[in-house]
């Protein structure tokens, strides 16, 4: 069989490619220069220390973040309850920005045996599922299906509670909205 020439050549400049660079990649320096070294006082980094410390207590605690997704979550319920889908929205929007807050600001927790429970690899698949169901339930201005939907996810909050050995932060479908200064009915 005769060889194809277009394709031996396009082989050849892919052989002499490859050595190039793996030829070039071995005359790199192994080690990249160290930066100039910034030179910070104990006295400064005594504050520095000091001033971290003073911002840390100032931050909201991951109850605090958790409380807001209650709210959010709730007043969603409310929301879709009177098919005023763009409330159902915005508070579908809020509660996953306040998971993902309260998953920063204490992103691996401890559970009773001691075991280390790393909250975001918890969140990411919920997001992917429950939680983008609810969007989805809210999208389609589907009740059924977002009755539904909100149900499973109080199930998948509850279960990140049990894995933070936190059972006794059970779930159930609001009876009455977290904000009452809201009017839950769609504009007009
Ligand atoms: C990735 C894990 C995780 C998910 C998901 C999660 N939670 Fe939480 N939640 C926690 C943890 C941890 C606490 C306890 C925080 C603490 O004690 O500082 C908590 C606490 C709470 C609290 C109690 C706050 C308080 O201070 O009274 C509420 C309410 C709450 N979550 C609601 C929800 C709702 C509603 C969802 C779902 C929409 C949800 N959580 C999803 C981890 C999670």
Redesign the pocket.
């Known amino acids: 069989m005769k060889p194809n020439r277009p394709y031996l050549i396009l082989l050849g400049l892919a052989i002499a490619a490859f050595v190039w660079r793996v030829g070039n990649h071995a005359a790199e320096p192994a080690i990249t220069k160290p930066s100039p070294a910034v030179q910070v006082s104990a006295d400064e980094l005594t504050a520095l220390r000091a001033e971290i410390e003073r911002l840390k207590g100032l931050a909201p605690?991951?109850?605090?973040?958790?409380?807001d997704?209650?709210?959010h979550?709730?007043n969603c319920w409310f929301a879709a309850d009177k098919k005023n889908w763009p409330l159902a929205q915005f508070n579908w929007e809020e509660?996953r920005a306040h998971?993902r807050w309260?998953?920063r600001?204490?992103p691996v927790?401890k559970d009773p045996q001691g075991n280390a429970?790393r909250?975001?690899e918890?969140?990411s698949p919920?997001e992917k599922t429950s939680?983008q169901q609810v969007g989805d339930a809210i999208k389609a201005q589907d009740r059924t299906q977002f009755i539904e939907a909100y149900k499973q996810?109080?199930d998948?909050?509850?279960?990140?509670?049990l894995?933070?050995g936190?059972p006794y932060?059970r779930?159930r479908i609001p009876e009455h909205p977290a904000a009452p200064i809201i009017n839950y009915d769609p504009a007009p």
């Open positions: 605690s991951q109850s605090h973040a958790m409380a997704v209650g709210y979550f709730a509660t998971l309260a998953v600001i204490i927790r429970v909250l975001e918890i969140l919920i939680l996810m109080l998948s909050c509850y279960a990140c509670h894995a933070s936190k932060l779930l």
